[in-house]
Structure formats: structure tokens, C-alpha cells
């Protein structure tokens, strides 16, 4: 794996991420995979402490994986937002 976004998201995906093209092929087809554990990694934060820090360390989990995520994420903003409307 060439970089720490790979990994992650191998770990997020609990498969082998290779490259940026299996990244974005990932995120692509499964985004409530990537919307999910990064809501779950949000919750073991312990700098989460409100909704509104939630939505900032997603956005900053989000621009680091810059280009391997889609580049309105809005899948993978919808399934966030859903998972932190049942946290709420």
C-alpha cells in the first residue's frame, strides 16, 4: 500500500485497498461503508463531543482522503448525517 489512506481505508472496507483506483472504486460503490466508519470512528473520538464536532472531524477525515472520495461526497455525507441523526 503506498500511503496511511490506503490503509484506513483497507481498514474501513476490511479488504486490501492497493491504490487510489481501488480507493475511489471502493468509495464509489459502497460509500455508506465509508460513511459508517467514519461515523463510528467519530463516536470513539474523544474530541467528539456534540454533533457539530462530529460534522468537523468528518470533514477533516474527509479532506484527508482528498481525491480518493468522490468530490461532493454526497453519498457518503448522507449516510453520516443518517447515522448522526439515530446518535442524536
Known sequence: MSDSRHRQLSRIYQRTIEDDDD???AVSAEPGILASG???EAVESDDVTSIET???????RLAF???????DAS??????????????
Open 54 to 60: 462530529a460534522r468537523v472531524y468528518f470533514e477533516d
Open 23 to 25: 480507493a475511489r472504486s
Open 65 to 71: 482522503l482528498g481525491n480518493l472520495v468522490p468530490e
Open 75 to 88: 453519498a457518503v455525507r448522507t449516510g453520516f448525517e443518517e447515522r448522526l441523526k439515530a446518535w442524536a
Open 38 to 40: 467514519l461515523f463510528l
